[in-house]
């Protein structure tokens, strides 16, 4: 079965620290794609940055990147200078085939607060 | 270019009534899916619709309905509403199946 854990429920940190979000995932696949999205109180999804697993590097976009570790099936989130407004729900998932089709498999989400 | 839009943003139903749901994709997006999101049981796949067909369909009851246009825009149908229907609906357009999803705001359906 495919799944994604997110192990970390709500994660706080100080304005301008650097925080690192978890996320691991099952599959038996070889070809997918990896996603972080965050999800503010406007409850807007918003996709923050994408990995595809044939790459080696890391995805980067700005103050967000990803450690992405493929042989331990790890993809977690780096977000570097915090800021308040990175204040949200934070979701990993992968985009897989499932019977032939595509499906984008989620995790349950980190709610992450920023403090002032 | 404009976002996925979803309209309407809030509905409030009562239980049996039936509700439809409108989402407009980014332009030149063929592919169109739709999730429930409730606190409780997180974001659930509904299905996918790309070039007007059903592509993919989550485990949901028959009640749970929708249908693409050929100008890519896509509706899903709720019918006899229940109680745990009560959720955020988000819709995603991509290119293709296989490419990145782009939310819209969703739909806050409430039922009574």
């Known amino acids: 079965a495919q799944t994604v854990t997110q192990s970390q429920p709500e994660m706080s940190v100080q304005e301008a620290e650097t925080v690192t979000l978890s996320c691991t995932y099952d599959t038996s696949e070889s070809n997918y794609y990896l996603f972080w999205y965050k999800q503010p109180p406007s409850r807007q999804m918003i996709l923050v940055i994408r990995q595809e697993a044939y790459k080696q590097q890391n995805a980067t976009e700005n103050r967000f990147s990803v450690n992405f570790q493929k042989a331990a099936k790890s993809f977690s989130l780096k977000i570097s200078d915090s800021q308040l407004g990175d204040t949200a729900m934070y979701f990993c998932a992968f985009l897989i085939i499932v019977d032939s089709n595509y499906q984008l498999i989620w995790g349950a989400g980190t709610k992450l607060i920023i403090k002032p | 270019k404009a976002g996925v839009t979803q309209t309407p943003r809030y509905l409030i139903k009562t239980r049996g009534q039936q509700v439809t749901l409108s989402c407009s994709p980014i332009?030149?997006?063929?592919?169109v899916s739709w999730y429930q999101q409730t606190p409780g049981q997180g974001l659930q796949f509904l299905f996918e619709?790309?070039?007007?067909?059903?592509?993919n369909k989550g485990n949901f009851p028959g009640r749970f309905s929708g249908r693409q246009f050929s100008n890519s825009r896509s509706e899903m149908n709720v019918s006899t509403l229940e109680l745990g229907d009560s959720a955020l609906y988000l819709c995603a357009s991509s290119l293709a199946p296989d490419d990145t999803q782009y939310f819209g705001p969703g739909t806050r359906l409430t039922v009574l």
């Open positions: 619709y790309f070039s007007e067909t059903q592509r």
């Open positions: 332009s030149g997006h063929r592919s």
